[in-house]
C-alpha cells in the first residue's frame, strides 16, 4: 500500500466515509501501483458464449456503425482495442484518470489514430455532441461526481448517439466468490471492527431503478436496456489471489493481513480449481 492509499484505507477501515478527494486519490494510487490489473482479471473471465465482458460492450457500440466512439475511464485501452477491431472506421476517445493506465493505451493503440487524455469524467475535455457513441466498462460505479459524469456523457453524446456502460451486478445467489468475500470481509473486521464494505460510487447504480433516475437527471429521455449476465472462470490459486488482491481495498491492506488474507484464499480452492463468477449488468440508451 501506498503513502497515497493509505488516506482512503484509514478512513474506511475505521468507518468514517472518505471525501471524493481522498477516493479520487485512492484509485489514482492503485492503479499507478497496479496498472492493467483489471483487464488482467477480467481477460480471463468468459460469458457462456465465450465473449470477455470487453467484447460484449464493444459489440453492442459496433452495432451502431458509430463515426467516433468516446471510452470513459479506458485504462490500458482494452475496450478501445476491441472497438478498433469491431469498427475499423471509426474514430476513438479516450480518458483516464491514471497516467500509467494511458501510457499503456498509447502503446497498445499506437498508430490507431485514438485521441487519449488525461481527464476526469465529470469535466470531458470535448465540444458538444462530439461522439456517436459513448462506452465504459465497470468505471460509472467508481465515480464519486457520477450525476456530473452522466451529464457530460448527455452533453457529448450526439443526438441519436449510443451509450452502453457496464456495471456490476449483485448476484441473485450467492456464489464460491460471494462466500470468499464474506470471509476475507469479517476477517478484516476482527482487526478493525468498524470496518464495513464500501462503495465508492452510488449505491443506485446498483439497481435498475436507480440507473434510470440518474439517466433522466442527466438529461436522456428515452427508455435504458439491461443485459443481465455472467462471466466465470477456473481459478487455481494463484490466478484466484491475483484476482482478489487486485481488488480495491483487499489489494490495499498491511502485509500481516494481507498474509492471513491470501491463507483463506489460497484454502478455498478446492481439487485445484475455484469457480469465479462476475455478475455484470450493460445498460444501453439513445440521445
Known sequence: MTVREQSFMDAILHGVTPTNEQCIAYLNAFHHRMPGITSEVMLGLRTAEGRTSYEVVADRIAATEPAGVLDIGCGDGELLVALKWRSPRAALAGIDLSAEELALATTRLAGSGADLRIASAAALPF??????????????????????????????????????????????????????????????????????????GNRALFERFGIADLLVSAGFTALPSFDDFEVSAAFDAESLWRAISGRYVLGSLDEELTSELRNIVFSAVANGEFEYRESLRLVAILR
Open 127 to 200: 465540444p458538444d455532441e462530439a461522439f456517436a457513441a459513448v462506452a465504459a466498462h465497470l468505471v460509472f460505479m467508481l465515480i464519486p461526481q457520477v450525476e456530473s459524469a452522466l451529464r457530460e456523457v448527455y452533453r457529448v453524446l450526439a443526438p441519436g448517439g449510443t451509450f452502453a456502460f457496464l456495471l456490476p451486478r449483485p448476484p441473485k445467489h450467492s456464489t464460491h466468490l460471494s462466500d470468499l468475500l464474506g470471509k476475507l470481509t469479517r476477517k478484516i473486521a476482527i482487526r478493525y471492527p468498524e470496518f464495513t464494505p464500501f462503495s465508492i
